[in-house]
């Protein structure tokens, strides 16, 4: 995001919710559910929307844990 001009630091906020199940007898986290939340000008809207189309597909902890854990995601962003 900063790269494209919106600022990260202070304002991308995560809300993580997560499902742990006994899975053969041992716990075991099975899906995880982020909601990102981030404020930015109306002109970068754009921007922003592009940095999401790509997140998954370059975010490393997102890259590690996506073929173990059922991961879902989704982003409010509200303009400023």
């Not at 993580?16 to 075991?28: F, I, R, S, T």
């Not at 997102?62 to 409010?76: F, H, L, P, S």
Request: with cysteine; hydrophobic share 40%.
């Amino acid at each position: 995001m900063d790269a494209r001009g919106i600022k990260a630091a202070e304002n991308l906020t995560a809300d993580v919710e997560g499902d742990v199940e006994a899975v053969n007898g041992v716990l075991k986290i099975t899906r995880i559910r982020l909601k990102y939340s981030f404020e930015a000008p109306e002109s970068l809207i754009e921007k922003a929307r592009r940095v999401l189309d790509v997140y998954a597909d370059l975010c490393p902890a997102y890259q590690t844990v996506k073929d173990c854990v059922d991961c879902t995601w989704e982003a409010d962003i509200e303009k400023i």
